[in-house]
DNA sequence: TAATTTTGTGTTGTTTTTACACAAATTAAA
DNA sequence: TTTAATTTGTGTAAAAACAACACAAAATTA
């Protein structure tokens, strides 16, 4: 018979984006050995509970948000001593939300929830900060071959903000003319009639939609998305 | 306090390549619900061993081999009812090894473990058939960004080698000059001054083996490993 | 009304990719 | 021993994709 003595945790590092930053979403905790500590919101998953429901209901709770991306990221295995009592290994997932859809509340267990620039998270608790690392890294490939930064951006968006968002989070120039061309070739990318002038001056742009379902259809026909530059 | 009924498996996808063909190690139970049913080698883990060693173990008992290429696929947490009594989640790993490196035997929990042409894998116990599926579609895009193709391989290889397992994995015709010329072009494949001919009819060819330390070497000036074909 | 900011747009040279065929070295068969 | 069959090895040209680049238009602010 088996005996073992370990427990399930499922984490999430939820990445957010506003005006040319990029956010992760972290919170303290409230109760047990690292009370007051940041780390990513997560928690242990019931017997008869998905581990993708899981991550859901603790983001719902620990920070009152519903996310807009959500994927399994990798298991954490190893070197875990979150309790002196057993091991725990975590299964992180990575997410996407915009920011501006939820303001952010900490509910049961958390004491605070809140973003924190990728550039400057704390030193969080258990092994957390690696999950961030390895879900950046997810992030910034991830965005070359496959739509995802949509997930970040308002559902109507300058063709600017699309361009400031794959400049920012993959930290490279990027050529105007070209990265236009490139987007508007593969047709996911529809022009709306709205007209817009957002904060401060400067000629008023075009708003624009990302067409999921065009991209699901081209999917079929074995299209792929992929934006590199040199 | 938590109270979790859940236990922790691995499992492996180990992938070999032979003479065109492309293949998936399972193993035959031997004890419980599922005697004589085949499944993917792995089991249930010790509270001290990491994750990776689990496998590695597993491995080794119920199959005798030791792979090459080894690395987290994705962790199956739902609908497993592996047992009665409680909840199994399982982190499974993907694998690579070549066949001829190894006499497969069964030892501790196998009955018997056997290569599958992974066209022809029977129905597996649990959702090993998923897992299978998965890893072979990581197999797949893998084999376009990464140089795992090697690790299938002989340590000396023909061209024709490489050049059949690309065909034969992905599934599509390849022009023999055109993955010459590219592969050659990286630098990270190094022809030998052995001539050989193997097998049947034809004029003799050279063997190249890869060169592991310049590909890592390349990695560090951002070199970007790539084949790609219409 | 002049200066500043932001959007929008095309062309050209360079590089990469694709498509394609025949000679050389060997074995097998006539 | 000649002929057929098999497999390796190699180059070029056309097409497509990519990279680099600058200025006018619409608005705000000074």
Known sequence: ????NIKIAVDAIVFGYEKGTLYVLAVQQRFGKLADRWVLPGGFILDDEPLITAV???LK???GITVSYLEQLATFGDDIKRDDRFRVISVAYFALVNPKNFVLKADTDAKDAKWFPVAQV???GYDHNEMVKLAHQRLKSK???QPIGFDLLDHEFLFSDLENLYCSILERDIDRRNFRKKILSFGIVKETDKVVKIGSSGRPGKLF???KPKYHQLLKENFQFDIRFA
Request: charged share 35%; net charge negative.
């Open 1 to 4: 018979m088996i005996d073992q």
């Open 56 to 58: 859901e209901r603790e």
């Open 61 to 63: 709770e620990e920070a």
């Open 122 to 124: 704390p030193t969080l």
């Open 143 to 145: 965005l070359t071959y």
């Open 209 to 211: 939609v990302f067409d």
